[in-house]
């Protein structure tokens, strides 16, 4: 009988043991989720703001493009007109 008592009370022990872990493990895959979802929302949001500044680079670009049209534009009708004054 004292046999059987103690295999009981080691299994006893056993399973508060599992049980106890499985706590902390769950508390680990949660960390590791929310750390998980923090990574990707940040990779979206770098990806987001790299996009942005795209936009904004091909805008300043195309911005100093027409300003150099318009220069080259102004100084073609500077040109004409003197040549039409002569």
Do not use: T
């Amino acid at each position: 009988m004292k046999k059987v008592l103690s295999i009981v009370a080691v299994a006893g022990v056993a399973m508060l043991a599992s049980c106890g872990n499985a706590a902390e493990l769950k508390r680990i895959a949660d960390s590791l989720m929310k750390d998980s979802m923090m990574k990707d929302s940040m990779n979206k949001a770098a990806a987001a703001q790299h996009i942005k500044d795209s936009i904004m680079q091909d805008s300043m670009n195309k911005a100093a493009s027409m300003q150099k049209m318009k220069d080259s534009l102004m100084q073609d009708s500077i040109a004409k007109a003197g040549k039409k004054g002569k």
